[in-house]
């Protein structure tokens, strides 16, 4: 019923930046949190950034400084801008949002964009 459908990975150069978005959709009431996942080869699945629906917002420390959660609640989309990319950020980033629907409320996930950092 409802889908999240990610965009803006690559590949760039370190210091580059990137702007991933994650636009959700379906039967929507409300989404009350979206966030941002990333996992590299042999490595959990760990939580990279995360905001309310109030506004307060989340991140793990090796991206504090550089990376920016935001969304835009009229057009249900989060964005995840990177700045000063690192090899180290190279890994599939998953967006996720817990959402409300006219039926029940339930996580959601998207399928992945691939974000690689290499010269």
């Known amino acids: 019923q409802v889908q999240l459908v990610e965009s803006g990975g690559g590949l760039v150069q370190p210091g580059g930046s990137l702007r991933l978005s994650c636009a959700a959709s379906?039967?929507?009431?409300?989404?009350?949190?979206m966030g941002w996942y990333r996992q590299a080869p042999g490595n959990q699945r760990e939580l990279v950034a995360e905001?309310?629906?109030?506004?307060?917002?989340t991140y793990t420390d090796s991206v504090k400084g550089r990376f920016t959660i935001t969304r835009d609640n009229a057009k249900n989309t989060g964005y995840l801008q990177m700045n000063s990319l690192q090899p180290e950020d190279t890994a599939v980033y998953y967006c996720?949002?817990?959402?409300?629907?006219?039926?029940?409320?339930?996580?959601?996930w998207g399928q992945g964009t691939q974000v690689t950092v290499s010269s």
């Open positions: 996720t949002a817990h959402v409300t629907t006219v039926v029940y409320t339930s996580v959601y």
């Open positions: 379906g039967r929507i009431r409300s989404i009350n949190s």
């Open positions: 905001t309310t629906s109030g506004g307060s917002t």
